[in-house]
């Protein structure tokens, strides 16, 4: 097995699950199975031949032996492959990994940075940053004070007339006001947030910016490790800044200044991550821990698996860990495989969603992905409840039952445990919505492609509704958003996965869904219009999460589609093609491509967007566009 193999990092993270395999198929042609992680990468770069590269022997030499598993606290190749080559040389030359590096000449540094990340080192150019404002423009609005809103507060993802500031009639009038193309980048996962009249956002190469909404310029930017996977959280009380990282590190920035006031890696697991953003409520930050080792498992002779997920609950002023809510068991050795390798399970069920806290029950909910290993237990698919201040679990209700499932069951291979999936993560943060009753109901949409709605008291179901046939890359993504008693699904359901599934047709729910919280009956369903034409890496449906103002829900499409729906009706009110070539404030060119992870913000009058997501197939981009509505 190469070492290539094993850094198949496309493959996992909260888009990957076995799809329901129905009698009528999507595509005429019969499904595919992808052959490497390479597959499903999308880039608009020259990229390096791993086989050729003259930095593997150089890795394989003087690295693999603590970054192949050998020290558990190193980072695996899985996620080097997806940090910048220049902070890989800085590392090796002064950074954490510098009396390593000081055995390789400069040459050799660029080389195995080359070999690692697949870029040529000499096709890398970060541009200068951004202007910096000047004057009045590089002032904050401290009367601006960040209401409690999207991730990190509520994830409702609803943003009130009073901050939003655009009536549903004004949309049609939206008109690109600016864009900026994030530097070396192929992807943008973090979403922006808008705060002391500033707009803060994190990108692919670890930089943090803080931007002047109406111009562009820039008030600070702090470059960090690795790249920014969640929103920016806005803590008003304390002018601090929260997020994650891809290695799994949180961390504090003085909002003002930028200056990082703290940092802390949630889990000593080397292939640990940060996929949902961290959530703030009563004096605490709830974080949830997710990771990248289902993709080791893809490699045979790779002794899956030992990771566990979990919410951690820190002080937010000090990073400080308080208490921690595991959801698998501890993994115990569970036999071999057919080649011979050690099994360790229960593993995995990893946390990608932001945690929900409900202040009035003392509460944080959350959702849990696939166990990574035999064998399965009732920690996978399933909703937990716990104590906001002691992580006491209070309840939970698994929705899918016997789900063990990693790569090795995508690349057909004997690492794939006897369950075989189906891998139906809950990759949404839950809701709490009221009811008519004055009681109130969790509404969880997973990537099955239903929605349950469930007592928050006792855990039990009280509805479900499917809105799609799910899949490997179906059902339901990144986060849902509501208005009053609707809630607002968008559902990916991919045709062709590449993993050999294959979906019924006739339940096929790419688009947008509106339901009842109370009762889960639909109330309009607008499927996403098919605009690809067979183009590679283009699909029409709904990965990224949704945002509701008054009036209106704001979506954006893999096809690269940016729309606003009618909360009423479903009607598309306005539409934008963020794929199309556009000028930056500093006088390049961006464009976007598939609209995944993060959805819109919306504040006094202007909608910020990302759009390019350049892995799991997809369009790849690096666009960040800001609309506002002509006068």
């Known amino acids: 097995m190469t070492l290539s193999f094993r850094r198949i990092a496309a493959l996992c993270l909260p888009l990957l699950a076995a799809g329901a395999i129905g009698s009528s198929l999507l595509n005429a042609a019969p499904p595919q199975r992808i052959k490497s992680h ?10 390096i031949d791993p086989a050729t590269a003259p930095g593997r022997p150089l890795f394989e030499q003087h690295c693999a032996m603590c970054h192949m598993g050998g020290v558990p606290k190193a980072p695996s190749p899985a996620f080097l ?4 080559p220049d902070s890989i040389v800085q590392s090796l030359t002064d950074g954490i990994m510098r009396a390593q590096g000081a055995m390789l000449t400069a040459q050799q540094k660029i080389e195995v940075a080359e070999y690692l990340t697949r870029t040529p080192f000499a096709s890398y150019q970060r541009p200068a940053p951004p202007k910096q404002c000047t004057g009045d423009a590089a002032q904050m609005d401290m009367a601006d004070v960040p209401a409690p809103i999207g991730w990190g507060h509520d994830n409702r993802r609803f943003v009130p007339a009073a901050v939003a500031q655009l009536p549903a009639a004004d949309i049609p009038k939206l008109k690109l006001k600016w864009s900026f193309a994030y530097p070396a980048s192929n992807r943008a996962r973090s979403q922006p947030t808008l705060a002391w009249g500033t707009l803060f956002v994190g990108s692919q190469d670890g930089t943090v910016y803080a931007f002047d909404p109406d111009t562009g310029c820039t008030r600070w930017t702090n470059r960090l490790s690795a790249e920014v996977r969640t929103a920016i959280v806005a803590d008003a009380e304390n002018k601090r800044l929260y997020f994650g990282d891809l290695l799994g590190k949180v961390h504090a920035l003085d909002a003002m200044t930028g200056k990082e006031l703290w940092a802390g890696r949630m889990s000593d697991h080397a292939d640990s ?19 990248l080792e289902v993709v080791q498992a893809g490699d045979p002779a790779y002794a899956c698996c030992t990771f566990r997920g979990s919410v951690v609950a820190l002080d937010p002023a000090t990073g400080r860990e308080v208490w921690r809510a595991w959801t698998a068991g501890e993994p115990k050795p569970f036999g071999k495989t057919a080649s011979g390798t050690q099994i360790l399970g229960p593993s995995g069920s990893p946390v990608w969603n932001s945690p929900t806290y409900d202040p009035a029950a003392g509460r944080v909910y959350f959702g849990s992905g696939e166990n990574y290993s035999s064998p399965a237990d009732l920690s996978s698919d399933a909703i937990f409840a716990v104590d906001a201040r002691t992580g006491k679990e209070l309840w939970r209700r698994q929705l899918t039952p016997k789900d063990a499932w990693n790569v090795g069951c995508m690349v057909g291979n004997d690492s794939c445990p006897v369950e075989n999936g189906p891998d139906y993560d809950f990759a949404a943060s839950v809701l709490v919505m009221p009811t008519p009753s004055g009681g109130k109901m969790i509404v969880a949409g997973q990537k099955s492609g239903q929605v349950t709605g469930i007592d928050p008291e006792t855990g039990k179901v009280a509805w479900q509704t499917r809105v799609g046939h799910g899949g490997t890359q179906g059902g339901v993504h990144f986060g849902m958003a509501a208005e009053g008693s609707t809630v607002f699904v968008p559902v990916n359901d991919m045709a062709e996965t590449y993993d050999a599934r294959v979906y019924d047709a006739k339940i096929r729910g790419a688009g947008i869904h509106a339901l009842d919280a109370a009762t889960g009956k639909e109330r309009w369903f607008t499927r996403a219009p098919d605009k690809c034409k067979g183009a590679k890496f283009c699909d029409p449906g709904i990965s990224a999460a949704a945002t509701a103002i008054p009036g209106a829900v704001f979506a954006g499409h893999l096809d690269g589609m940016f729309r606003a729906y009618d909360s009423k009706t479903g009607r598309v009110i ?17 464009k976007g491509g598939s609209m995944s ?25 690096n666009a960040l566009m800001v609309f506002e509505a002509a006068k």
Not at 38 to 47: A, F
């Open 81 to 84: 492959a997806m940090v910048a």
């Open 273 to 291: 991550t940060i996929t949902g953003t961290p959530t703030l409520g009563g004096g605490l930050l709830y974080v949830p821990v997710s990771s």
């Open 38 to 47: 390479e597959d499903l990468q999308v880039y608009d770069t020259p990229r």
């Open 574 to 590: 306005w539409q934008f093609d963020t794929t199309q070539p556009m000028t930056t404030i500093d006088g390049k060119t961006t």
């Open 597 to 621: 992870g993060p959805g819109a913000a919306v504040w006094k009058g202007k909608v910020f967007v990302n759009s390019g997501y350049g892995m799991y197939s997809h369009m790849a981009g």
